[in-house]
């Protein structure tokens, strides 16, 4: 068997995503759970801008 190599010196969990991505969000190693979804996961894929327009073309709020 071939040994693990080390994890880079920037993954180290609980902390931020490498490389400045989502600044606001802690990754964290868990099971997968409701909190862990909502929290980590759904946090990393939310856009970045809303996108969604009313029917006559104004933005929506979110």
Do not use: Q, W
């Amino acid at each position: 068997m071939t040994p693990a190599k080390p994890l880079p010196i920037d993954c180290i969990y609980p902390g931020p995503l490498s490389g400045g991505v989502r600044p606001g969000v802690t990754v964290y190693l868990s099971g997968l759970t409701r909190t862990f979804v909502h929290d980590v996961m759904m946090a990393i894929e939310a856009p970045e801008a809303c996108t969604a327009r009313g029917l006559s073309g104004e933005r929506l709020p979110g």
